[in-house]
């Protein structure tokens, strides 16, 4: 079974993922989350913001958690991806 890249040109199949694009966006503005869990009122931002980030801070373990990902993170950036360094391209 081919897929619709292999037959229609690259701006067709661009076209043809826009009504799928807003039938999901649709969806998603349609549905609402329900209120049965949530008995306190909502909280601003800033506040949610701010006990994330003591959250975070404040436990030992969740901080080295933290640390490592973002360790992690930066050095993944820093990997160079092997199709440029080996030239796996082919010209």
């Known amino acids: 079974m081919?897929?619709?890249?292999?037959?229609?040109?690259?701006r067709a199949t661009y076209f043809?993922?826009?009504?799928?694009?807003?039938a999901a966006t649709?969806?998603?503005l349609w549905f609402r989350e329900p209120r049965l869990h949530q008995?306190?009122?909502r909280q601003?931002?800033?506040?949610?913001?701010?006990?994330?980030d003591?959250?975070?801070?404040?436990?030992?373990?969740?901080r080295a958690v933290v640390a490592l990902a973002a360790v992690g993170s930066?050095?993944?950036?820093g990997m160079p991806e092997?199709?440029?360094n080996l030239n796996l391209g082919g010209s």
Request: net charge positive; charged share 15%.
């Open 2 to 10: 081919e897929s619709v890249a292999q037959v229609a040109s690259l």
């Open 16 to 22: 043809l993922t826009a009504p799928l694009l807003l």
């Open 26 to 28: 649709a969806v998603l």
């Open 39 to 41: 008995v306190e009122e």
């Open 44 to 52: 601003p931002l800033r506040r949610q913001v701010a006990t994330t």
């Open 54 to 62: 003591r959250t975070i801070l404040a436990r030992g373990q969740l």
């Open 74 to 77: 930066v050095l993944m950036l």
């Open 82 to 84: 092997p199709s440029r």
